[in-house]
């Protein structure tokens, strides 16, 4: 048995325990989010569960179900607000007021409309108090992803970047293998395995017949969707993601302009060919796309192409993380490309700004993640959602 200072210091304890089962269904659980639960009573845990997969149990109903009528008066930590709407399973809510426990404590309100408070209010109609906001931040990070697809029906995306200490992403001659080094090219693999699909553009398939799978240490991984940008469908037939064995299939996102007959040709492949507006010099419209995306259930991007994907990315606006993998070795010359293509900015004072920076070392890399400032009113921003649900107390 544990012994705890407050009960602060108890509550704290117990929910980061939630918080480390709900971590244990990152990249499986779309698009529901991640959600740990811990049932606890005398200090002792007595039932315990997360949510694995949409249309499987949630973390509370399995945490009940394993501490059975024990649950009665017990202490309920959930790292999101339960459900209370007929999905794929029966409300959650329902559940446990007919456990009876004393209390349930809750990392933050579930901003999907469907939900949205209605299950605090239903908790505490029942007699049950209710206490809603302990880590909150914790919990908004680590649904980051779900919190602005449930409430923009928008891909949440990250662009991932390795360059060397002085800002190459290749040499002159276009060499990039390997810029950073095998423990970083791991966590990308990681990366792959938990969003729902990768991105590149069509030269970098042209460059290095990417297979955009994942090779994880332990061969356990899930291979992404592979979206490729293709405006004219250049995209050569027998490159590796047509002819690889994968259970992932691909979707070439182009525009009105490209060839019909290479359509059919693609198509052929079972490959999807998605047909998006375009900017000028026929450029892909990357808010389209991934505002098409979304409307097909995909709920995380992440961005592996090169210098002028990434700086449209940036310049229309759809990144939301940013990892660069920064590897101690020096390029130099002037044509060596750099990470960030485009025309670029004027004024210092126009610089990207990034928040909530975290840096880690991956080998000799060193790894600095970072948010892509926004609104403050913005609804899925991990801090400070600004969506009123944070009234609920």
Known sequence: MTKFKNQAAKDKHYMLQAFRLAE??????????????????????IGKGYHKKAGTNHAEIIALNEAGENAKGAT????????CHQG???????????????????????????????????LREAGIQVEVGLLENKARFQNEIFLKYVTTNIPFVILTIALTMDGKIATKTGDSKWVSGPESRQRVHQIRNQVDA???????????????????????GRDPLRVVIDSLLKVPIKANIFIQKSNASNIIVTTKNA???????????????LEVNSHERNKVDLKDMIKELGKMGITSIMIEGGAEIAASAIKEDIVDKVIFFISPKIIGGKTAPCPIGGEGIAKMSDAIKLKHIKTKNYGEDIMIEGYIEKPPNCVYSPLGCGCGLDTVK
């Open 24 to 45: 244990k269904g990152r990249g499986r659980t779309r698009p529901n989010p991640m959600v740990g639960a811990i049932l606890v009573k005398d200090d002792s845990i």
């Open 259 to 273: 060839f019909f007959k290479r359509m059919h040709e693609i198509e052929k492949t079972g490959s999807r060919v």
């Open 198 to 220: 990768t991105c590149v553009g069509i030269g970098t398939i042209i460059r290095d017949d990417s297979r955009l799978t994942t090779r994880l240490i332990d061969k356990h």
């Open 88 to 122: 794929a399973t029966p409300p959650c809510v329902d559940k446990i007021i007919q456990a009876k426990p004393a209390r349930v404590v809750i990392a933050m309100p579930d901003p999907n409309p469907k939900v949205g408070g209605r299950g605090i209010r239903l």
């Open 76 to 83: 309920l930590y959930v790292t999101l607000e339960p459900c």
